[in-house]
């Protein structure tokens, strides 16, 4: 994953392109601890999206942005409380809090785990180094992080670290052990790997300090999460740096069973049954007990005795058992929200995520089945179909208001998205959307070509109506009915037959999404991996048209991240998208920028751009809608719910 | 020649029948490209190595598996090793092959047990029971209680069943605790379910054979003979009639312990999650665990084989007209 892609509905990632939102999560909490309780990403059975929506502060009925104001912190408008208690003093230890997921995570071996659900697992019995906290304020937990100019950032540890079992304290030589040996070594391909290149100089400076030198400055670097790194004792990684020997540190049983994680988490790892569930013990040594600069809560946290995470695959059991009282938190999908906020014993919160639901058009060759040409390849073309999908309508019918309408990539709620929207061009609302205003363009587009009108439907040069297929995830309701949203609106509006077809993710991936690697990548210009193998002639095993199998990820904290997804050439472009605009250079500026000032107008720029390009279908962003016990208290309705896990608890 | 020698060659047999079925698979493994040495090329590449340090690392992937070994070597390896139950390392759940299948069993066995035992008592005795009451409505009741069961899908009434009991009345717990003792009211109570809605969907088939087979003895000379002795009704049913009646039945049977072990379990198994045998090996496929996949097809060659040998000796055990001898 370079710049790790991070995609919503996956199963299967054998590469590792979800890191940076694993880190997300890990970072700003907003699934981590919520909206991924059975919700139906991960590996294994459920793929797809949470189903979930978003954006209203306490009643679900109506149309969202009511996240605009407080999504990234802020107000509580549920009056829900976050950390302490409700009472201002600090809660009692005692009892267990569980909850449900949908599968077993892979591997809970830090350095491998590019699984957003395992790393929430991980993320119980160790901490990151940083979060951050409503507001988008740095929440430092391991290691604090300071520059000058930005292209040399320092990172101070706090000096009550310890690891497990003989490993002893937690020095700057660990991390920096684990950059230098592991992230940029060829043989270890680690998760990380991606988000430490060469050009990356890290070295300690004393014994709690090290400092990372960028090749270019970077105001926002520690919102990339790149220099997120779980504390590793350089005397277990050793042996197999000394061997180079990647499947033994793969298969080490100490990283699997997080024994080295010492003081650094809040809970430790109990037991584990890999089928069905995992259970935690509260560690009674947190460092954050007695660390400085951090809230009162935290010091006795954590505040239950017992973690407990059960693995039930079959959404209608998880629900059963958040409705029986047997768990404390569940995702509940948007057509269930009202029923469980009914119920005495659970509340339902709207946590807003940074995925979005996107019609994903194939640009490559095995793309645009229905006759000569790839007319998906066109500007205009693409923005006639922007027209052709009725976005308020697809947030109140198919996500009962619990989402956002996406213009361009970012969700509004976000501090990045232009305050003046004047240059966003908002296909599928008001003027651009309808029978008129997806014709015009589609004529426009098709001029040159021996495609056309007749009848109110488009022709292919051979007279046949167009016909394209539209693949979204099996088993998953709420996407299955988006799908068949689009099929219709593109049917009235823009006079294509869309064939509707359900598919597994795993099976999506591998087949149509990823590419062929090439027998000879040299041969062409580029040839990145298997989620771009190289130009538009070089293809996946099946042809496809249409996808809103996948999300992806628009970093709302820190959108340069997202360039990957606008490059011809970078490591994931799948869909084969050339950007009519100057993509690569306009990212280039926003990731040297030195200022946030100076990050804006770059950011309008970039957002403007890709709301005109449309470079696949933007529909929605969805919330996660996560139910918990009505005593919990905890969670919130911010980007940033679950940063102080730690010290949730239960009231009464 | 008695039955000791069958035995004996019947049990050799089954061991090269293995044999033949594992080596037919290793030849396949061979032939096949290993994916994960395609993938540390892959990795390499994507890290801006250059194509000599990709080849490189898919070396240096293919010594860490030891597959530049020589053929035979490898062959002897991999046949050593399935045998001794080494059965390579299963990368979705990040723990060997052995312990994810011994562990799965374990949670499987707890409920195809009691399950396949009531089937194998109870079906039967039904199916004699409505043989003996033929076209009563005690009869009618056994047969519209067969195809009830047959007729509606598992996880179906798992489902329901789990909502009624579950989550209206609370009586047992909706998700399924691996925690407690095998031996507990609390595992009692949460299999209780799940072993019911398997013994009405599997008895049918038993119950509606073991009627019509033992329909036909019901009016046998022996049978008659019996009567006229005075034997008692009991006796001529168990002993006379349930005798000829379980030849064919036991085929039946032991596909269906066999069938407990894939297909019908899995959709239990999801609904009520027990985390055995029937997810594992549908995970596995799904995710392309390979090791598991042959883990699997190992563990079910063994299976079969010894069940097709415990199939055949019952055979011989139950029908003293079935001959060994020129075998």
Redesign the interface.
């Known amino acids: 994953m370079?710049q790790g892609p991070a995609r919503r509905g996956d199963?299967?990632h054998?590469?590792i392109d979800r890191r940076s939102w694993l880190k997300a999560i890990g970072v700003a909490g907003a699934a981590g601890l919520a909206g991924c309780s059975g919700g139906s990403n991960g590996?294994?059975?459920g793929n797809g999206t949470d189903q979930s929506g978003g954006g209203n502060g306490s009643n679900g009925s109506q149309p969202s942005n009511a996240t605009n104001g407080s999504a990234l912190g802020g107000g509580n408008e549920s009056g829900n409380q976050s950390g302490g208690t409700s009472s201002g003093g600090v809660p009692e230890v005692g009892g267990t809090y569980s909850t449900?997921v949908s599968s077993?995570p892979?591997?809970?071996?830090p350095l491998y785990n590019t699984e957003d659900g395992a790393g929430d697992l991980i993320g119980y019995a160790l901490d990151y180094p940083y979060g951050f906290k409503p507001g988008t304020e740095y929440f430092q937990q391991l290691y604090d992080m300071t520059t000058d100019k930005g292209n040399v950032w320092v990172a101070k540890l706090r000096e009550n670290l310890e690891f497990g079992g003989d490993y002893g304290e937690v020095t700057a030589e660990d991390f920096v052990y684990q950059v230098t040996q592991l992230h940029q070594s060829?043989?270890a391909?680690t998760a990380d790997?991606?988000s430490w290149?060469s050009e990356v100089n890290v070295e300690a400076t004393g014994d709690y300090e090290f400092q990372i030198e960028l090749p270019n400055p970077n105001a926002l670097y520690p919102e990339t999460y790149d220099p997120l790194l779980y504390p590793i004792p350089k005397e277990l990684m050793q042996p197999y740096v000394e061997e180079?020997?990647?499947?033994g540190l793969?298969?080490e049983q100490e990283l699997?069973g997080l024994g080295f994680a010492g003081n650094m988490g809040a809970y430790t790892l109990d037991s584990r049954?890999?089928?069905?569930?995992l259970?935690f013990k509260r560690n009674e040594n947190y460092y954050l007990r007695d660390a400085e600069g951090v809230p009162e809560q935290f010091s006795k946290a954590p505040y239950f005795d017992t973690l407990e995470v059960?693995?039930?695959?079959?959404e209608?059991?998880r629900l059963?058992?958040l409705?029986?009282g047997?768990?404390d938190s569940a995702a509940v999908p948007p057509n269930r929200v009202s029923k469980f906020r009914n119920l005495e014993r659970t509340d339902v919160y709207v946590i807003p995520q940074p995925y979005n639901e996107v019609c994903v058009y194939n640009m490559r060759d095995n793309g645009w089945n229905a006759g000569p040409g790839n007319l998906f390849r066109k500007k205009k073309f693409r923005q006639g179909l922007g027209c052709a999908v009725n976005k308020q309508r697809l947030v109140k019918g198919v996500f009962r208001g619990f989402a956002d309408v996406e213009y361009t990539w970012q969700p509004q709620w976000s501090k990045w998205y232009p305050d003046d929207t004047s240059n966003i061009m908002e296909f599928g609302t008001g003027d651009l959307y309808g029978p008129e205003a997806t014709q015009s363009r589609i004529k426009e587009a098709i001029s040159d070509t021996d495609y056309g009108y007749s009848g109110g439907m488009l022709k292919n040069p051979s007279g046949e109506t167009v016909n394209l297929t539209l693949y979204h995830s099996a088993g998953q309701p709420t996407e299955r009915s988006m799908a068949d949203f689009i099929a219709q609106e593109f049917k009235q509006n823009a006079g294509i037959n869309v064939s509707v077809s359900a598919i597994?993710g795993?099976q999506f991936s591998?087949e149509y999404w990823q590419q062929q690697?090439p027998d000879n990548?040299?041969q062409y210009e580029w040839?990145?991996?298997?989620n771009n193998a190289g130009p538009r002639e070089v293809t996946s095993a099946n042809p496809w048209d249409m996808s809103v199998v996948f999300g992806l990820n628009t970093y709302p904290l820190n959108p340069t991240t997202a360039n990957v997804f606008f490059q011809k050439d970078s490591?994931y472009n799948p869909y084969g998208y050339y950007p009519s605009w100057n993509a690569s250079e306009l990212f280039e500026q926003a990731s040297s920028a030195t200022s946030e000032e100076e990050l804006q107008p770059i950011f309008n720029e970039i957002f403007a751009k890709i709301s005109e390009d449309q470079p696949m279908g933007m529909l929605a962003f969805p919330a996660a809608t996560t139910g918990y016990a009505t005593g919990i208290d905890g969670p919130q309705e911010n980007f940033f719910s679950g940063w102080d896990f730690s010290t949730w608890h239960r009231n009464g | 020649m008695g039955l000791g020698w069958y035995i004996t060659r019947r049990v050799g047999w089954s061991f090269i029948v293995t044999f033949i079925i594992v080596s037919i698979t290793w030849a396949l493994l061979a032939a096949a490209p290993n994916p994960e040495i395609a993938q540390a090329a892959t990795q390499v590449a994507l890290q801006g190595g250059d194509p000599a340090a990709a080849q490189e690392a898919a070396e240096r992937a293919r010594q860490l598996r030891g597959l530049d070994a020589p053929l035979y070597q490898r062959y002897i390896d991999y046949v050593t090793s399935v045998y001794t139950l080494d059965w390579g390392w299963s990368e979705t759940r990040s723990q060997p092959v052995i312990q994810a299948i011994l562990g799965a069993l374990y949670y499987t066995a707890q409920y195809s047990i009691p399950w396949t035992l009531l089937v194998i008592v109870i079906g039967p005795i039904v199916g004699l029971y409505s043989s003996a009451n033929q076209y009563s409505w005690k009869d009618h009741l056994a047969t519209g209680f067969a195809f009830f069961g047959y007729a509606i899908p598992n996880f179906f009434f798992g489902i329901i069943l789990l909502l009624i009991f579950g989550v209206e009345l609370g009586w047992i717990p909706v998700i399924y605790n691996t925690g407690v003792p095998v031996f507990s009211l609390e595992n009692a109570r949460q299999l209780a379910i799940p072993v019911f809605v398997l013994v009405t969907g599997s008895i049918g088939g038993i119950m509606r054979i073991s009627r019509n087979e033992s329909a036909a003895f019901m009016n046998a000379d022996f049978v008659k003979t019996a009567n006229a002795k005075g034997v008692s009704k009991l006796r001529i049913y168990a002993r006379h009639v349930l005798r000829p009646t379980m030849v064919p039945l036991s085929t039946t049977m032991v596909s269906q312990l066999l069938a407990l072990f894939t297909g019908s379990s899995l959709l239990v198994e999801i609904v009520f999650g027990i985390p055995g045998i029937g997810r594992l090996s549908y995970r596995a496929l799904i995710a392309q665990d390979t090791s598991v996949v042959l883990g699997f097809v190992l563990f079910f060659t063994f299976v079969a084989t010894i069940a097709n040998l415990v199939q055949d000796l019952t055979y011989t055990v139950l029908d003293p007209r079935i001959d060994f001898d020129d075998r």
Request: charged residues 25%.
């Open positions: 370079s199963e299967k054998k590469r590996s294994g059975g449900v077993s892979e591997t809970l071996n060829e043989w391909a790997a991606s290149p180079q020997n990647a499947d793969r298969k699997l049954n890999r089928s069905s569930s259970t059960q693995i039930v695959q079959e209608q059991s059963a058992a409705e029986a047997e768990t597994q795993a591998r690697i990548p040299d040839s990145a991996g298997a490591a």
